[in-house]
């Protein structure tokens, strides 16, 4: 700021006020102080600036993976949402691994960001210790955690998956194998359970050989689905924990010459971009991806705003969306 102030003639404190975007300037004085800085390279010291106001201006995103089309599209509606405030993001993956959880926690709270959106691993009670005894504003987008339920934005995933069951129920199908997700977050359990509690509702015994558990991946589906095939396993549907284990159940169906959905109905999860353009076109839950990261953010910065604000879970609506990998 010296150099600016000697080579524009202006005083330090009138470049600071500049450099800030003071409307109280005129703009020829600020137009001429900016572009003296930039032709000079200036580049603000946010972390001094975060100190005198108090506030970071950065909020800490914690996801299992931002590779996945899912959490790509709920960061992209955080991050849109953050410029509103004015604010940045900070990202990091944990690989659904609690201990990288943990480690990233702590790495958030010493850089004093002003608030947290995670993506969190169900129940480690490390991590919900460590929860318990920082004071910035947290939500989890999409999961719940055992005991913080409060702090979550969700999306029907029970009822969901309820509701694609008694679809393919209706359809006649009472073998339906189901291809679930990893066992440490809420929203696998949630949907294997709108699963089983919809088959023992309408009267169809739970069969356990017909669920295999997957990490959520596109090859998870295609090696569950091989292996149901290898072994035997009768089945006329498939529900997936998600659209990317579906895409690789598809292919492991296409090499079993077993015809979608003249042979098997199939159904997903998430509504990604993909699952409209791939052959057949798959029949998938709509999740509100982005969405669910523009209202975390806003909701986050009531919170950053009002530390005393009470926090309660907020439900998003999902619908049924019927593409061709399922008989109408």
Do not use: W
Not at 48 to 64: D, M, N, P, Y
Not at 101 to 126: A, M, Q, T, W
Not at 246 to 269: H, T, Y
């Amino acid at each position: 700021m010296k150099d600016i102030a000697k080579a524009t003639g202006f005083s330090i404190n009138t470049v600071s006020r500049a450099l800030r975007g003071d409307k109280k300037l005129s703009k020829q004085t600020t137009d001429i102080i900016q572009t003296c800085a930039d032709e000079m390279g200036y580049i603000s010291n946010s972390v001094a600036a975060s100190l005198r106001l108090e506030h970071s201006k950065i909020i800490g995103v914690i996801t299992s993976d931002s590779s996945n089309p899912f959490f790509a599209e709920v960061i992209r509606g955080i991050e849109k949402t953050a410029k509103l405030y004015d604010y940045s993001i900070l990202l990091v993956n944990t690989a659904e691994k609690p201990s990288e959880e943990y480690e990233n926690l702590k790495l958030f709270c010493s850089r004093h960001v002003d608030g947290l959106l995670i993506v969190p691993v169900f129940d480690d009670e490390r991590i919900k210790r460590l929860y318990a005894r920082i004071d910035i504003p947290f939500l989890f987008l999409g999961r719940r955690v055992k005991g913080l339920e409060g702090h979550s934005i969700l999306h029907e995933d029970y009822k969901s998956e309820s509701h694609v069951v008694n679809f393919l129920i209706k359809k006649g199908h009472t073998r339906i194998l189901y291809l679930s997700g990893p066992k440490n977050i809420s929203s696998s359990i949630e949907r294997f359970e709108g699963y089983r509690d919809t088959l023992i509702n309408n009267n169809i015994k739970f069969d356990e050989s017909l669920v295999i558990r997957t990490n959520g991946h596109i090859e998870d589906g295609y090696a569950a689905t091989n292996r149901a095939i290898i072994k035997g396993t009768s089945f006329t549907a498939i529900c997936c924990y998600n659209d990317l284990v579906c895409v690789g159940a598809l292919k492991s169906l296409r090499e079993n010459n077993l015809k979608v959905p003249e042979d098997i109905d199939i159904f997903g999860f998430d509504n990604l971009q993909i699952s409209q353009f791939i052959y057949p076109s798959l029949s998938t839950v709509d999740v509100p991806k982005y969405a669910l990261g523009c209202e975390s953010t806003h909701l986050l910065m009531e919170h950053i705003e009002n530390p005393n604000l009470r926090y309660t879970n907020k439900h998003l609506k999902t619908r049924l969306i019927f593409r061709e990998s399922t008989k109408q």
